[in-house]
């Protein structure tokens, strides 16, 4: 009988109906009425029943029209209803039904922990985005002193199809430790050789020179050192170019030493002599005074760095520094202090200790900066960038910028050339003066120093130098 649920005895006689109240009308059903229809069929078959089903139905319908009573009440209190358009169940609340809270509620708290932590994420976001913006707003600020390379006459860098001549790629593949080296091969192009220079996309040559800071000229490169970033085998590597090499300088220029070539041609012809007689792939230039690095020091809060005893009596005779006396052992060097560290060619074998010395102060540098931040980077090119002239793009600085952190947690190796095995010294006419130089043999040179920079991207290199019982650049001086 539709609206009535009776239970039967197995004599077929009706029994007195356990519950009257109308069923609710169609547009307010509950639930559960597809069971109920199921059990009024059954009953209408005359299929007996367990009493037990009858009353968990029943209980089932209290518990939705209960559920039902609470959300309305719910509404109600929070303004959605007022008056007479209140349902007539608001009465049901004189009978004291025990509430749980409902599951809204609980909704909502997942709702607010959901907002909490996408404000947080905004934030980070904001914050990041605001480091590139002003990182772009500085570099514009200060109109980056970009002076493009120019194309060598002879094959030198961007003789045409280099990849130097266009912008490089700076982002890396991956964070540190996130590939196998297997796999971080596997994620650049091949290494190959373009106009005879070795050349790996994975790899970013930058040529740090740091200039003498002669009266009337514009100087020769004291210092010349290739910041070599290895993507592909997330190392930093540091190759010293010594200044007294007698070398066939690029752009039509008479052999030479390497530093005379700055003095010449400026970065063009050093870069172009530099690719010619060793032929590594020069991307970028960055050019720094003497004057700029101690500035640079002194942003950074100086260098940590361990001296002899003849070091520090020497940089405490010659650098001029008055706030801060230099000690044999570990000291923070002052920018002035840093620089008398750098050039002094009197203590110890003259260029060769010199351009170590150099490559000390670039590893402190990286050391210091690897527990940075990027708004400290920002903050410390905000001092440096000035200071600077070079070749590398605005886009690019900032994407340096922005990897600087990947960068520095990579592994320091350092090295020069000529390596010990592959030079001699010698007594040359140079402008009707005799000088002394080195010589260095630039076919051994080369396969050297490429072997250092790009390891097994070209393992025809290393095998050679083992052929011939060398020893390879890296972890060596």
Known sequence: MAGKRFKTNDRGHERTPRRTAARPDAYDAPKYADLFDEFENDAAQNVPEDNALNDLLDAALENEERSDLQEKNLEYDSGLYSGEDYPTERTARSENITAVKPEKAKRSKKSIVFAILSLFLSLIFIVGGAAFIYAGNLLNSFGLNFKPLVPANNGGNSGGTSPSANTINIEPAEPTGKL?????????????????????????????????????????????????????????????????????????????????????????????????????????????????????????????????????????????????????????????????YARTRKIGNGDFERTSRQRTIFSSIVKKLKGANVLTLTSVANQIVPEIATDLTQEEMIALLTNALTYMNYEVQQTRIPADDFYYNDAVMISGYESYVLVPDTEWNTIYANDFIYEDDFPELGATLDHYGYKHAAGND
């Open 180 to 340: 196998s080296p297997a796999e971080m091969q596997a994620s650049y192009d091949d290494p190959i050789q373009i106009d005879g220079l070795y050349h790996d996309d994975a790899v970013i040559n930058i040529l740090l020179l740091g200039t003498d800071d002669y009266v009337g000229d514009q100087g020769r490169s004291d210092s010349m050192m290739l910041v070599s970033i290895d993507r592909r085998h997330q190392k930093l590597k540091v190759t010293s170019f010594m200044r007294d090499m007698y070398v066939n300088l690029s752009d039509g220029w008479s052999p030479n030493r390497l530093n005379v070539a700055y003095f010449l041609g400026g970065p063009n012809c050093l870069v172009h002599t530099i690719e010619d007689n060793f032929h590594m792939d020069i991307d970028r230039y960055v050019l720094v005074s003497f004057e700029a690095f101690e500035k640079i020091i002194d942003t950074l809060g100086g260098v940590e760095i361990e001296l002899s005893a003849a070091e520090a009596d020497y940089i405490n005779a010659e650098s001029g520094e008055v706030t801060a006396y230099a000690v044999a052992g570990n000291n923070l060097l002052t920018g002035k202090q840093a620089r008398m």
